[in-house]
């Protein structure tokens, strides 16, 4: 079995559904709907609008501060070899709450090998290192591991518009959701301890080509 196929086998070995708790208005799509739907619609010139609620403690004040910003995510290239398509990205919302002051856009890549979604080491189409995130379709309840080694998992639960992907880790939550045929629709993250929280909510889509 080559490497891509041990990778892509990983990521689609992920554990069964389980039912969901709570009384949360949601829309579990079928098969069908999942399969007809691209839930990441990553094309050059693709680009996301979000607003964007920023919490933080400040240290010369003492208290929390809220301010609000606007984001933009934009894939600025592609490129594909081997079946394997590497997409440039600029303003990964990870970099909203990753910065200690004021959020400043960086390149990442991220790779897509039919419905396999990965976070690339390089700029280049391989799977080299490269960190596992989703395969689609996806299940409630889901649990989805960048590797066998993985300590804490992604956790799928379904919603109104499609699926959310959490990553909790001690310290921290990070979530995705994601809303078939526009892609990432609401970013959230919240730091336990020091205040450090992102709401980015979608404003406006736009398709690339």
Excluded at 31 to 41: H, K, N, R, S, T
Excluded at 104 to 133: M, Y
């Amino acid at each position: 079995m080559t490497t891509t196929s041990r990778l892509m086998f990983a990521l689609a070995g992920v554990l069964g559904s389980v039912a969901a708790c709570g009384g949360t208005t949601k829309h579990t799509m079928t098969m069908q709907e999942m399969i007809a739907a691209d839930p990441l619609p990553l094309a050059k010139g693709a680009k996301w609008e979000y607003s964007v609620t920023l919490k933080r403690f400040d240290p010369e004040t003492e208290k929390e501060v809220t301010k609000s910003m606007s984001w933009t995510t934009e894939v600025l290239d592609a490129k594909e070899a081997n079946g394997i398509t590497a997409y440039r990205v600029k303003g990964w919302p990870t970099d909203i709450s990753d910065a200690d002051g004021t959020p400043v856009p960086t390149e990442r890549t991220l790779l897509r090998s039919g419905n396999n979604f990965l976070f690339g080491k390089t700029s280049e189409p391989t799977i080299d290192g490269a960190e596992g995130w989703f395969s689609w379709p996806v299940m409630e309840g889901q649990k989805i591991c960048p590797s066998n080694e993985s300590v804490y998992c992604w956790q799928v639960a379904a919603v109104t518009n499609g699926y959310t992907l959490s990553y909790l880790t001690g310290p921290d939550e990070r979530t995705y959701e994601l809303e078939p045929g526009t892609g990432v629709s609401r970013y959230h993250y919240a730091h336990h301890g020091t205040t450090n929280e992102v709401d980015a909510k979608l404003v406006s889509y736009t398709k690339g080509h």
